[in-house]
């Protein structure tokens, strides 16, 4: 994980020593301020509002709140294997088909400094380098409900360890992250814009699952086996059940009003 904040700090170092070294004028500040909302969150449920604030010559800061809501439906044929012969599961005579709805919401915030090194007009009008730091929280209400198949148990032997049960639960999540991305801001003369931006970042993830009569830890066991083996969650509902702790990274699209 080393390299890639490495690269991007000779990276930011290189794209804002040319043009410095080059004039002794200070580039024209076009904004002090700009509003932008994401086009890319939304896919994991996810609804941000960002600032940005221009200082000095050639930086800004930027700060990111987000809101998180979203209630997705996945569908599973069955939840277990028969033992004595797995193509039998495709019979509903011998399958459990199950239905999971999650309820996802939570929140996040986002500080993060920028280094413009070219520009076109002015500031922040031009490619920049950013380091942010992240921290947020989020809530999963999952209800599973098994539907009714008429089948003999004594003629069904199911393999070991299925759990043949419901899974209601909930997830909390505690994260944090820290991170750097590159990235081009395109403004109009109206103050319409775009910025693009991409990178690498660290972050953390603490999961408390609560589940009635079991353990947090008999909890997540059963609770990830299930999903893992049956079900293909919505990004916003499998980021917090199978993201780790760890390198990671970001990046997204959003639209700009400068003023």
């Known amino acids: 994980m080393a390299k890639p904040f490495l690269f991007l700090g000779v990276a930011l170092i290189t794209m804002t020593a040319p043009l410095q070294a080059q004039t002794n004028e200070s580039p024209v500040r076009l904004h002090d301020g700009l509003l932008k909302v994401s086009l890319t969150d939304f896919i994991a449920g996810k609804y941000s509002l960002s600032y940005e604030h221009v200082f000095g010559t050639w930086a800004s800061a930027e700060l990111t709140v987000t809101g998180i809501g979203m209630t997705a439906n996945n569908s599973t044929y069955t939840i277990a294997q028969p033992l004595s012969d797995p193509f039998s599961s495709f019979f509903p005579s011998q399958a459990l088909p199950a239905d999971l709805e999650t309820e996802l919401s939570g929140w996040e915030v986002t500080g993060a400094v920028r280094k413009y090194g070219w520009v076109d007009d002015g500031v922040p009008d031009g490619f920049y380098a950013s380091a942010f730091l992240m921290v947020g929280g989020a809530t999963i209400n999952a209800d599973e409900r098994l539907r009714p198949v008429a089948f ?12 043949l049960d419901e899974i209601d639960h909930r997830l909390e999540v505690k994260k ?29 993830m603490n999961r408390t699952y609560v589940m009635d ?3 947090n830890d008999e909890a997540r066991d059963i609770v990830r086996t299930r999903i893992e083996r049956r079900y293909w969650l919505s990004p916003g509902a499998a980021e917090h059940y199978n993201g780790n ?3 990671w990274f970001t990046g997204g699209l959003r639209v700009s009003l400068a003023f």
């Open 176 to 204: 944090w992250g820290f991170g750097l991305t590159v990235g081009y801001q395109w403004l109009t003369e109206s103050g319409l814009g775009i910025d693009a931006f991409m990178g690498p970042m660290f972050r953390g």
């Open 152 to 163: 003999d148990p004594d003629t069904v032997e199911w393999e070991a360890g299925a759990y």
């Open 245 to 247: 702790t760890g390198p």
């Open 213 to 215: 009569g079991l353990t």
